[in-house]
T-cell receptor, first 115, second 115 residues
Framework: AQTVTQSQPEMSVQEAETVTLSCTYD???????LFWYKQPPSRQMILVIR??????QNATENRFSVNFQKAAKSFSLKISDSQLGDAAMYFC????????????FGTGTRLTIIP | GAVVSQHPSWVICKSGTSVKIECRSL??????MFWYRQFPKQSLMLMAT?????????EQGVEKDKFLINHASLTLSTLTVTSAHPEDSSFYIC???????????FGPGTRLTVT
């Protein structure tokens, strides 16, 4: 079974600065997908970024980028130019590429933005 | 974008009663819907996966006779918590996916309080 680990329960960053959230995972599969989801106080889950394991290039979405290290099974999220609206719980998630749609989530990191 | 709604957003019920939560895909046909449970300050745990017109597949440890899931149409899935107890109090989140969409889209969640 796959597991996803987020070792930072809480992080804080000064507004406009850069922060990196860590995520590691364990799998025996060679093809899979990795995600970062944001859950603001409204509790609505929002997809931030998606990475396909067979792609070596790190995914980027505006101020959000990932550092995907497949051999190390590491998938960190970098948020640049942090904004107050970035404050939320961030969950790392794993999904197999074998047709099983199940998402396995990490325990989450609460990000606080300091004005 | 793909929109998923849930109703109600918050429900309070008495112990021993049943409560039904609806999940609707508003602008796409959801061939697969997922039900998650989230306890305070914890991650999302998948309860079951339902495909339109067939029985739901429950995760290990989830009582299928207690959490009844129906996915009768391509836009609606329901979760019924039967004989609710205070320990069933939680945040229930659904997500939906179609064959066309790559990812799951999440509803805003339903907070259930059992008194």
């Amino acid at each position: 079974a796959q597991t996803v680990t987020q070792s930072q329960p809480e992080m804080s960053v000064q507004e406009a600065e850069t922060v990196t959230l860590s995520c590691t995972y364990d799998t025996s599969e060679s093809d899979y997908y990795l995600f970062w989801y944001k859950q603001p106080p409204s509790r609505q889950m929002i997809l931030v970024i998606r990475q396909e394991a067979y792609k070596q290039q790190n995914a980027t979405e505006n101020r959000f980028s990932v550092n995907f290290q497949k051999a190390a099974k590491s998938f960190s999220l970098k948020i640049s130019d942090s904004q107050l609206g970035d404050a939320a719980m961030y969950f790392c998630a794993y999904r197999s590429a074998d047709g099983n749609e199940k998402l396995t989530f990490g325990t989450g990191t609460r990000l606080t933005i300091i004005p | 974008g793909a929109v998923v709604s849930q109703h109600p957003s918050w429900v309070i019920c008495k112990s021993g009663t049943s409560v039904k939560i609806e999940c609707r895909s508003l602008d796409f046909q959801a061939t697969t819907m997922f039900w998650y449970r989230q306890f305070p300050k914890q991650s999302l745990m998948l309860m079951a996966t339902s495909n339109e017109g067939s029985k739901a597949t429950y995760e290990q440890g989830v009582e299928k006779d207690k959490f009844l899931i129906n996915h009768a149409s391509l836009t609606l899935s329901t979760l019924t918590v039967t004989s609710a107890h205070p320990e069933d109090s939680s945040f229930y989140i659904c997500s939906a996916r179609s064959q066309r969409l790559k990812e799951q889209y999440f509803g805003p969640g339903t907070r259930l309080t059992v008194t």
